[in-house]
């Protein structure tokens, strides 16, 4: 569960004191939903949270500022809090990690899911250029590219009602309001995919099988290879998008698996 003392953008999740090990990274973790939907309170945040406490990590989760919804320009608010496009959220989510890593002597590892990691690998770039490199990335089924590559196998684009939600082109809409403008578009801040990545930190990056954004995750793991990052890749076999938001799949056990063996590497 949250600690009672979490800040307004940062929720803790730390193991019992007998399974802690003060020593290890944090794990900084950001949920999805295009930029614009989403929360610390759905399960692709705090279910990983949780689970991963149960491992014995500490985490933290951020409840950064959304856009307003595409097409919705008129929408500045939710629950009585601002929205507004990149960079916003990177703002915030740089505010958590300096909150996390104050608190945590083992570092910060970044990571996130679907938009959550797109905004986690652009995060570790900007710490990157502020010299407070964090020491590893996580990225799940995240999108990393201003546009979205178009899968060519028919095998691995998504299915069910994600063909149409999912297609590159409804997936470029949301890029764009999200950034905003065409220089935002291209800000390797906004979207890391297709810069420079030399000097990003060890990533462990899990994709789902059946996923359009796949491609472009696919894409950004070789593009941190090129640049000489010591990458793992998996890719969950028969898996669709978003499946860290069923937390009682097979799906979601071996991906928090995953996760908390390569947490728990040295660094």
């Known amino acids: 569960m949250p600690e009672p003392h979490d800040s307004a953008l940062v929720r803790w999740y730390r193991p019992r004191s007998a399974d802690q090990e003060p020593s290890r990274p944090t794990l900084l973790w950001l949920h999805g939903g295009g930029f614009f939907r989403g929360g610390p309170d759905q399960p692709e945040a705090y279910a990983v949270a949780?689970?991963?406490?149960?491992?014995?990590?500490?985490?933290?989760?951020?409840?950064?500022?959304l856009a307003p919804p595409p097409g919705l320009p008129w929408m500045t608010s939710q629950a009585g809090r601002e929205r507004g496009r990149f960079p916003v959220a990177l703002e915030d989510v740089l505010t958590a990690y300096r909150e996390v890593g104050s608190r945590s002597s083992g570092g910060v590892i970044l990571g996130g899911a679907s938009a959550g990691a797109c905004l986690a690998a652009a995060a570790t770039l900007r710490a990157m250029e502020r010299d407070t490199r964090p020491v590893g990335a996580v990225l799940a089924y995240g999108f990393f590219h201003a546009t979205h590559p178009q899968e060519s196998d028919a095998r691995q684009r998504s299915r069910g009602h994600r063909r149409i939600t999912h297609t590159a082109w409804a997936l470029n809409v949301a890029n764009r309001n999200y950034a905003g403008s065409r220089q935002a578009l291209d800000d390797r801040f906004a979207f890391p995919g297709g810069h420079p990545l030399d000097g990003f930190p060890p990533t462990l990056m899990v994709n789902a099988e059946r996923d359009n954004m796949r491609a472009s995750g696919d894409r950004f793991a070789a593009e941190l290879s090129r640049s000489g990052v010591d990458v793992q890749h998996h890719v969950l076999p028969g898996t669709d998008h978003a499946f860290l938001n069923r937390p009682h799949s097979d799906a979601f056990a071996a991906a928090v698996a995953l996760m908390a063996a390569w947490v728990r590497l040295d660094r």
Not at 50 to 65: I, K, N, P, Q
């Open 50 to 65: 949780e689970s991963l406490a149960r491992e014995g990590l500490t985490v933290a989760t951020v409840d950064y500022r």
